[in-house]
Structures are given as C-alpha cells and as structure tokens.
C-alpha cells in the first residue's frame, strides 16, 4: 500500500517553456501532498505544501506565480514550472499522507521524482 | 528554524552493524522519520519514532530522545545493497499543519 506516482519521470525542454508535473496517490486519498525539489547532493527542500481543494501553501522564497501548484482531488496534485530557465533544472518529488488523523502523525510516501532539464 | 545534523558520510563492511546518528533543534517537534534514498531516486520510508525509545523493524532499528534531541538509525547485517543515503527528517507542527524538514543526508558505503 501507500503508492505514489509521478509522470514524467524525465523531460527535457527549452528556456520559457512551460512544463506540467503529475502527482498521484494509488492506493489512499491523501489530504496533503507536498512538493519539494533536491539538487545534486543537497538535501530535499519543501517548496509548498498543499490540502485537496485549497490553494497551496509556499515556502519562503518559492515564487507562487511561477511553481504553480493544483489539488484538485484526494489522488492528485499537480505542479506546473512556468516559464522554465536553467537555473529550475532539478529533481523534483512530490509525497502525500493521509494528514493527521486522531493527532496521530502520518508518513510522507514519496513518488519516484521528476528529473527536469531546461536547454 | 530547524537544526538537524547528521554525519555526510560513513563506511561499514559487509555484515557488519553501523550507526548513524542525527541530532535536531526544532519547536512544535512532532515525530522523526528516517528515510533511504538511492541516488537518483526518491526516498523510501523507513522509521517513524514519536515517543522515546527504540523501534525494530528487521535489520532496521530506530532510536528517539526527544529531550537530548538525538536520534539514530542502526542497520544490522549490512548488505551491499544498503549503500544509499540514509536522511533524517524532523516533523513539526508550524502554521497550523505538519511540515517535513530534512538533514541533508549521511551517505553510506558497504564495502566487501
């Protein structure tokens, strides 16, 4: 149990492109989905946070306007890179948890990552 | 903000038993979890700790002191597929939700 997906695994595209990121829970609803981005042998770094139905909550310094950020349902959240420049080549991973139920803290299961490239 | 400190790297032998230890500074402390990443991939959930104390799961053991705000991963009978990064991530209830805030890793290699 607890499978998260993303697609695509991999994409490659050109400065001021757009590109779409799917995130999906299989096999539970999960409440919060969370986004973050990992650079080469630097630790994940939360870039928003974000509940079914709601808008989603940035970090500081993550523009809003460029990592634009859907929960449309308890199986999907989606994170679109506007306008993409180099500097946004990455590895980004989305997880999702069910949220707290009963106080009790629930695990953040990760999909397997979205390796961006912008030429 | 959060502190979490944890070693970058560390070698072991194959069968053997390694530690890895990581300590945090945080408010609204909510958990602490130990996740394994190989490289290139996403991470994988491992242990949760919440209440003091140490938690097993095979050759997998986890350890919490939330007043020394130290804890550790303990791998037992290290195989060669072990070798990953292993990353401490603290949970803290900050604006009314849990956030995830992860050490930046300690690489281990299991050498023959």
């Known amino acids: 149990g607890a499978v998260v997906s993303q697609h695509p695994s991999r994409v490659i595209c050109k400065s001021g492109t757009s590109v779409k990121i799917e995130c999906r829970s299989l096999?539970?609803?999960?409440?919060?989905m969370f986004w973050y981005r990992q650079f080469p042998k630097q630790s994940l770094m939360l870039m928003a946070t974000s509940n079914e139905g709601s808008k989603a909550t940035y970090e500081q310094g993550v523009e809003k306007d460029k990592f634009l950020i859907n929960h449309a349902s308890l199986t999907l959240s989606t994170l679109t890179v506007t306008s993409a420049h180099p500097e946004d080549s990455s590895f980004y991973i989305c997880?999702?948890?069910?949220?707290?139920?009963?106080?009790?803290?629930?695990?953040?299961?990760f999909g397997p990552g979205t390796r961006l490239l912008v030429l | 903000g959060q502190n979490i400190d944890q070693p970058t790297e560390m070698t072991a032998t194959e069968g053997a038993i390694v530690q890895i230890n990581c300590t945090y500074q945080t408010s609204g402390f909510n958990g602490l979890f130990w996740y394994q990443q190989h490289a290139g991939e996403a991470p994988t959930f491992l242990s949760y700790?919440?209440?003091?104390g140490l938690e097993e799961k095979g050759r997998f053991s986890s350890f919490l002191s939330r007043s020394k705000g130290y804890s550790y991963l303990l791998l037992k009978e290290l195989q060669m597929k072990d070798s990953a990064s292993y990353l401490c991530a603290v949970s803290a209830i900050k604006g009314g939700g849990n956030k995830l805030t992860f050490g930046t890793g300690t690489q281990l290699k299991v050498e023959l």
């Open positions: 096999d539970f609803q999960a409440t919060t």
């Open positions: 700790n919440v209440l003091d």
């Open positions: 997880s999702a948890s069910g949220g707290l139920a009963g106080g009790k803290q629930e695990t953040q299961y």
